[in-house]
Nanobody, 118 residues
Framework: QVQLVESGGGLVQPGGSLRLSCTTS??????????MGWYRQAPGKQRELVAAVTSGGSTNYADSVKGRFTISRDNAKNTMYLQMNSLKPEDTAGYYC??????????WGQGTQVTVSS
């Protein structure tokens, strides 16, 4: 099983920015051909896909984050990023990375908490 490791969350005021990072332990799947995604889960809500990036760099986003979030990956570093700008309170959630679609070889990581509040 590949363990996913997220970092970069924190407390930020509305309108602020954060950059999340995702890497793996056990296997360098971000460096291979997997499409990767950032997911988030707010309290009482289902986990949702926020953004995805193919191995070639093609991206797609949930409507709620289009124009504000940017997903990217560095295959050489086996790392994926999520640049989040113009953050809103409704972006508050635990953020997780994983393959998209989900793969049997991965295990959800602990996630990184993003809290947007004044």
């Amino acid at each position: 099983q590949v363990q996913l490791v997220e970092s970069g969350g924190g407390l930020v005021q509305p309108g602020g920015s954060l950059r999340l990072s995702c890497t793996t332990s056990g296997s360098r799947i971000i460096s291979t051909g997997y499409t990767m995604g950032w997911y988030r889960q707010a309290p009482g809500k289902q986990r949702e896909l926020v953004a995805a990036v193919t191995s070639g760099g093609s991206t797609n986003y949930a409507d709620s984050v289009k124009g504000r979030f940017t997903i990217s990956r560095d295959n050489a570093k086996n790392t994926m990023y999520l640049q989040m700008n113009s953050l809103k309170p409704e972006d508050t959630a635990g953020y997780y990375c994983n393959t998209h679609p989900l793969s049997r070889i991965t295990t959800w990581g602990q996630g990184t908490q993003v809290t947007v509040s004044s």
